[in-house]
């Protein structure tokens, strides 16, 4: 090649050797701060940073050789220009894709991989819209754009100028001989590239066992910590691990489709104690149980929920099924578990046509006269909620869209005023109503008006907003029951109110939810109150989760169900003694857990080693106990996959959604 050709190639592959490498290094010390793994030697820790970073470092020297390969054979003419093209377009890419997840995981503390990028890219307006792009600091935005502006016209601009400065021809004229010297030495520059490429996709494929041996002086619990942050994904190169996780959400084995006998049409049958009561569903978002009063009285964040909760019935150990507000709606609306596979360019499965296979509880309700809405005050899409409020079976749908335009000091406020005219109208018909609420202010980043005085809560400033939005939410509810008391409504109405998942503040290096089955991402409240019952309050102690929800609304309202397949209890009649509980990650294939008893037990599909903890005496979530599973663990672990299959199956063959999971 010409000294140009070496200037051009080098005045961009270098910047992005580096570039990669010191994010990589960065994301590293971030992580490993997040360990605290106390005094570890010198040796061991710089060997654990070679071995962390060595899936990067294999990927960029077989980047570089690649397109030096490539340079060599594509010499002149309409092969140049195109190679051109793509060398800065892919670099572009990769630069965009090893930025983001670093931000990512300095943000939420976890690796970014496709199924993310697939779910969020057709939500981008919404993501920007309620200002989520917000929370990004401007030095990232800054690195972001100096990036990707040198990646697209630094190499241009520094080859004209040492160019005219050395004053080098254009072009160099290549003799034939010369020709097929540079074709053969592209081949063998692309081959030894690929031997490179190949190399970064084995290094991590252990997980962090490969770094234990480098001090075999740490405990099992420390090792535990090292796999929990130094997973598979983590220590393969960003863009790798974002290829990676396309091509096994495109090609990977879905469980086989076992036809599963349909279960008979669901409904309802009304006895001699039957009522034809209102309901009400408060889906509380992002509302973990922990920092709400009823489950931490030292915590004087929500006041008017914890009055409430003393005479109502309260479940001390609630769980969410899958830690996202969609997928949460499905569950204690439909008494079913949500899919746990999805589409493979992003959506919710449930809000396709036909996506939710059975009769919810709003289907169950209208078919006993009852009218329904669903009133929530973000956009309609977010989560395609617009389409999946249908399949959920409500008639009257309520979104920001549709909400009076003046401004509020908090978006939950907007829901109050279209709820008393809908219940007005409702109450002028006579006719019995399911209402349900979906709140939004508790949601990341827990935004505050500027008028708003706030409490200091913790010192931690995204938790002390948190705990913040929590307060204002709780007053929310206040104004919406003394709604329905104004109207006349709230005696004969059963008031259900449940987090749709929890919200993780850094407790095991991790942000937010969605992606992880710890406590603080699973733990909900869960409130049924009836002012006919529950005068004195009662407790269900046994775990439970928002499967429940619908038989025991139906069971308050003096109905029986017929057929169907629901997959919860009553909470009003002794739950099972041997009931296992089971929960799934939103991204398919990061994980799947189950609770029985007070036994957690953690299946990571292979990114990193499974966790076993006792919440009787592990709460937090501490000492991982898997080493002491034995054939336990492995039971438990073809348990979890069995529950997974039989998911998969119900959506795909009973209902007419054969072949859609993961198309």
Same mark, same amino acid.
């Given at each position: 090649?010409?000294?140009?050709?070496?200037v051009y190639?080098?005045?961009?592959?270098t910047?992005?050797v580096?570039?990669n490498?010191?994010?990589?290094?960065? $994301?590293?010390?971030i992580?490993?701060?997040?360990?605290?793994l106390?005094?570890?030697?010198?040796?061991?820790?710089?060997?654990?940073?070679?071995?962390l970073m060595?899936?990067?470092?294999?990927?960029?020297l077989?980047?570089v050789?690649?397109?030096?390969?490539?340079?060599?054979a594509?010499?002149?003419g309409?092969?140049r220009?195109?190679?051109?093209?793509?060398?800065?377009?892919?670099?572009i890419?990769?630069?965009?894709?090893?930025?983001s997840?670093?931000?990512?995981?300095?943000?939420?503390?976890?690796t970014?991989?496709?199924?993310i990028i697939?779910?969020?890219?057709?939500?981008?307006?919404?993501?920007?819209?309620?200002?989520?792009?917000?929370?990004?600091?401007?030095?990232?935005?800054?690195?972001?754009?100096?990036?990707?502006?040198?990646?697209?016209l630094?190499?241009?601009?520094l080859?004209?100028f040492?160019g005219?400065?050395?004053?080098?021809?254009?072009?160099p004229?290549?003799?034939?001989?010369?020709?097929?010297?540079?074709?053969?030495?592209?081949l063998?520059?692309c081959?030894?590239?690929?031997?490179?490429?190949?190399?970064?996709?084995?290094i991590?494929?252990?997980?962090?066992?490969?770094?234990?041996?480098?001090?075999?002086?740490?405990?099992?619990?420390?090792?535990?910590?090292?796999s929990?942050?130094f997973s598979?994904?983590?220590?393969?190169?960003?863009?790798?691990?974002?290829?990676?996780?396309?091509?096994e959400a495109?090609?990977?084995?879905?469980?086989?489709?076992?036809?599963?006998?349909?279960?008979?049409?669901?409904s309802?049958?009304?006895?001699?104690?039957?009522?034809?009561?209102?309901?009400?569903?408060?889906?509380?978002?992002?509302?973990?149980?922990?920092?709400? $009063?009823?489950?931490?009285?030292?915590?004087?964040?929500?006041?008017?929920?914890?009055?409430?909760a003393?005479?109502s019935?309260?479940?001390e150990?609630?769980?969410?099924?899958?830690?996202?507000?969609?997928k949460?709606?499905?569950a204690?609306n439909?008494?079913?578990?949500?899919?746990?596979?999805?589409?493979?360019?992003?959506?919710?499965?449930?809000?396709?046509?036909?996506?939710?296979?059975?009769?919810?509880?709003?289907?169950?309700?209208r078919?006993?006269?009852?009218?329904?809405?669903?009133?929530m005050s973000?956009?309609?899409?977010?989560?395609?909620f617009?389409?999946?409020?249908?399949?959920?079976g409500y008639?009257?749908?309520?979104?920001?869209?549709?909400?009076?335009?003046?401004?509020?000091?908090?978006?939950?406020?907007?829901?109050?005023?279209?709820s008393?005219?809908?219940?007005?109208?409702?109450?002028e018909?006579?006719?019995?109503?399911?209402?349900?609420?979906l709140?939004?202010?508790t949601?990341?980043?827990?935004?505050l008006p500027?008028?708003?005085?706030q409490?200091?809560?913790a010192?931690?400033e995204?938790?002390?907003?948190?705990?913040?939005?929590?307060r204002?939410q709780?007053?929310?509810?206040?104004?919406?029951?003394?709604?329905?008391k104004?109207?006349?409504?709230?005696?004969?109405?059963?008031?259900?109110?449940?987090g749709?998942?929890?919200?993780a503040?850094?407790?095991?290096?991790?942000?937010?939810?969605?992606?992880f089955?710890?406590?603080?991402?699973?733990?909900?409240?869960?409130?049924?109150?009836?002012?006919?019952?529950?005068?004195?309050?009662?407790?269900?102690?046994?775990p439970?989760?928002?499967?429940?929800?619908?038989? $025991?609304?139906?069971?308050?309202l003096?109905?029986?169900?017929?057929?169907?397949?629901?997959?919860?209890?009553?909470?009003?009649?002794?739950?099972?003694?041997?009931?296992?509980?089971?929960?799934?990650?939103?991204?398919?294939?990061?994980?799947?857990?189950?609770?029985?008893?007070?036994?957690?037990?953690?299946?990571?599909?292979?990114?990193?080693?499974d966790e076993v903890?006792?919440l009787?005496?592990?709460?937090?979530?501490k000492?991982?106990?898997?080493?002491?599973?034995?054939?336990?663990?492995?039971e438990?672990?073809?348990?979890?996959?069995?529950?997974?299959?039989?998911?998969?199956?119900?959506?795909?063959?009973?209902?007419?959604?054969?072949?859609?999971?993961?198309?």
């Amino acid at each position: 090649m010409s000294r140009r050709d070496w200037v051009y190639l080098l005045s961009l592959l270098t910047p992005f050797v580096f570039y990669n490498l010191a994010l990589k290094a960065s $994301t590293i010390s971030i992580a490993w701060e997040s360990v605290r793994l106390g005094d570890w030697g010198s040796l061991a820790y710089l060997g654990a940073h070679i071995y962390l970073m060595g899936s990067d470092v294999a990927f960029s020297l077989g980047y570089v050789l690649l397109w030096v390969g490539i340079f060599a054979a594509a010499r002149s003419g309409l092969l140049r220009w195109t190679v051109v093209f793509l060398f800065h377009i892919i670099t572009i890419l990769i630069v965009l894709i090893n930025t983001s997840a670093h931000q990512y995981f300095q943000e939420f503390g976890t690796t970014l991989d496709y199924e993310i990028i697939a779910f969020e890219l057709p939500r981008i307006k919404e993501v920007v819209h309620y200002g989520l792009v917000d929370e990004v600091p401007l030095s990232a935005w800054v690195l972001m754009g100096v990036a990707l502006l040198y990646t697209a016209l630094g190499p241009w601009l520094l080859t004209r100028f040492v160019g005219r400065w050395r004053g080098w021809p254009e072009r160099p004229t290549s003799t034939r001989i010369l020709y097929n010297f540079y074709y053969m030495s592209s081949l063998g520059l692309c081959s030894i590239a690929l031997l490179f490429g190949s190399l970064s996709l084995l290094i991590g494929e252990d997980g962090p066992s490969s770094i234990g041996a480098l001090a075999p002086e740490l405990s099992s619990n420390k090792l535990a910590q090292l796999s929990e942050r130094f997973s598979r994904s983590f220590v393969r190169d960003p863009f790798v691990n974002v290829v990676m996780t396309a091509g096994e959400a495109i090609t990977g084995e879905e469980p086989a489709a076992v036809a599963v006998e349909p279960p008979p049409p669901a409904s309802l049958v009304p006895t001699t104690a039957s009522e034809r009561r209102n309901v009400v569903l408060i889906l509380l978002e992002s509302t973990r149980a922990q920092p709400t $009063t009823p489950y931490n009285e030292d915590l004087d964040t929500t006041p008017f929920l914890n009055e409430l909760a003393k005479s109502s019935l309260l479940a001390e150990q609630a769980y969410t099924v899958m830690p996202t507000t969609s997928k949460a709606n499905v569950a204690a609306n439909c008494g079913i578990a949500p899919s746990t596979a999805e589409p493979v360019f992003g959506g919710v499965m449930e809000a396709a046509p036909g996506g939710i296979p059975t009769p919810c509880l709003a289907d169950l309700l209208r078919d006993q006269g009852y009218n329904t809405v669903f009133f929530m005050s973000t956009s309609k899409n977010f989560e395609n909620f617009e389409d999946l409020q249908k399949n959920l079976g409500y008639e009257s749908f309520y979104s920001e869209e549709s909400m009076p335009e003046k401004d509020f000091d908090f978006k939950d406020d907007r829901m109050l005023k279209p709820s008393e005219e809908w219940l007005g109208n409702q109450k002028e018909s006579g006719k019995p109503f399911l209402a349900t609420y979906l709140t939004y202010d508790t949601h990341y980043p827990y935004t505050l008006p500027d008028s708003y005085e706030q409490e200091r809560f913790a010192d931690d400033e995204d938790l002390n907003r948190y705990l913040n939005t929590l307060r204002y939410q709780d007053q929310w509810l206040k104004n919406l029951f003394e709604q329905y008391k104004k109207l006349g409504l709230y005696e004969d109405t059963v008031f259900v109110l449940v987090g749709d998942h929890g919200e993780a503040f850094g407790e095991h290096g991790l942000s937010i939810h969605g992606n992880f089955l710890y406590e603080e991402g699973l733990s909900i409240p869960l409130i049924i109150h009836d002012p006919k019952r529950f005068a004195n309050g009662n407790r269900v102690k046994d775990p439970v989760n928002q499967l429940d929800i619908l038989p $025991t609304v139906s069971e308050l309202l003096g109905y029986q169900i017929e057929g169907g397949a629901y997959q919860g209890n009553s909470l009003l009649r002794p739950l099972p003694k041997d009931r296992t509980l089971f929960f799934s990650c939103f991204m398919e294939k990061k994980c799947i857990a189950s609770l029985r008893g007070n036994i957690k037990y953690i299946h990571h599909f292979g990114n990193r080693s499974d966790e076993v903890f006792d919440l009787s005496v592990d709460p937090l979530e501490k000492h991982n106990l898997a080493e002491e599973g034995g054939k336990d663990l492995q039971e438990r672990r073809n348990e979890l996959l069995a529950w997974r299959s039989k998911i998969a199956n119900f959506y795909r063959t009973n209902y007419g959604l054969e072949g859609s999971e993961g198309q």
